[in-house]
């Protein structure tokens, strides 16, 4: 049984930071790409970025070089360091993985979910 869980979301103010972690068990952790995703009120899930088994990383224009994902295959855990957060990046955030080494932008085509974490970013 996959599983994916995540935690460290929370509310912070504008500028602020925020880290999130992801455990994920049930499939071949180190040789699978992990994700994550958010999804905005009353808006589509979208992707923010990913990290593939050999740990080359890729994200969304809006959160380069703001973000950083990461991964440590000895703990099966993945991280999104998020820094200078605006309100734009209030969101569910979902840790996502799929039986593919590299990741994708496409959210159709990450497969395994968390339960998301939600982050609120205030004025």
């Known amino acids: 049984q996959v599983q994916l869980v995540e935690s460290g979301g929370g509310l912070v103010q504008t500028g602020g930071s925020l880290r999130l972690s992801c455990v994920v068990s049930?499939?071949?952790?180190?040789?699978?790409?992990i994700g994550w995703i958010r999804q905005a009120p009353g808006k589509e899930r979208e992707f923010v970025a990913a990290v593939n088994w050999s740990g080359t990383t890729s994200y969304a224009d809006s959160v380069r070089g703001r973000f950083t994902i990461s991964r440590d295959n000895d703990k099966n855990t993945v991280y999104l360091q998020m820094n200078t957060l605006t309100p734009e990046d209030t969101a569910v955030y979902y840790c996502?993985?799929?039986?593919?080494?590299?990741?994708?932008?496409?959210?159709?085509?990450?497969?395994?979910w968390g339960q998301g974490t939600q982050v609120t970013v205030s004025l």
């Open positions: 049930g499939v071949s952790f180190s040789s699978n790409a």
């Open positions: 996502s993985t799929r039986d593919h080494p590299y990741g994708s932008k496409s959210v159709a085509d990450w497969r395994y």
